[in-house]
């Protein structure tokens, strides 16, 4: 397991793949660890080395303080942290696939430092990804009940109710994946999200770009992804069917081919 100082905290990542290839990094959504991209590994690396990573107060990253009662993290720092990571494993330049959350750092990270990003890949995710209320209840309950009792909830909107019928052990996996979210990181993500708006950067963003969708997606439907991709100068839209927010868990098969699709031009 590798972990790397990044400013002031630890970054914990994963380097897979052929040393040669091109680099792709892959950042996450709200709640999961660099896990949530398993399945997909196996198709990326055969053409990619793949650079996955647990943002600050996920996983196995440290979760810096927060400045206030009802101020979190930005996506500039965040996209920062993502910045630095590149930097201390030198690396240049590199693909960026970014689902949730780690969307709109692709899409930060695209729009503000452009020669660092090659190709695009935006998946669930959106310019704006509100309202701030849902984001505020959320806080609200989280902090009175702990992230244990948000996590159950979270499943009906990242899953197809066939998924979670089907595969009952696997979305139990991720139940836990999100209850054991430090609860800082989670808060601190979480204020990122209510309180950004890329549009304005996003006009600018001059990366190929992609922006794919689960068909049955709540949280970031099909219209947000049609929105973010009318922002982004020759966007392209990629939909896929029976599968909601995450769909490198759900429908990884069809994800992959998406990805690989556009990233290899």
Known sequence: MPFLLTGDFTTHYALDGDATAPTLLLANSLGTSLAVW??????????????RYDKRGHGLSDAT???????????????????????????????????????????????????????????????????????????????RDGMA??????MAR?????????????????VNMVA???LEGYLGCAMAVRDADLAAGDRNIRAPTLVVVGEQDPSTPPAAAEALAALIP???????PDASHIPCVEQPEALAHHILTHLRG
């Open 38 to 51: 398993d399945p997909v590994m196996p198709a990326l690396t055969r053409h990619f080395r793949v650079l």
């Open 158 to 174: 990242w899953f197809t109710d066939g998924f979670r019928a089907r595969v009952p052990q696997v979305v139990r996996g991720y």
């Open 65 to 143: 303080a927060l400045p206030g009662d009802s101020a979190g993290y930005t996506v500039a720092e965040l996209a920062g942290d993502a910045l630095a990571l590149l930097d201390g494993l030198g690396i240049e330049k590199a693909h960026v696939c970014g689902l949730s959350i780690g969307g709109m750092i692709a899409q930060h990270l695209a729009a503000t430092a452009a020669p660092r990003v090659d190709r695009l890949v935006l998946c669930d995710t959106a310019a704006v990804i509100g309202p701030a209320s849902v984001w505020n209840e959320r806080i609200v309950a989280i902090r």
């Open 234 to 240: 020759g966007a392209r839209v990629a939909r896929i």
């Open 180 to 182: 054991r979210t430090s």
């Open 149 to 154: 009792a948000i996590a159950p909830g979270v």
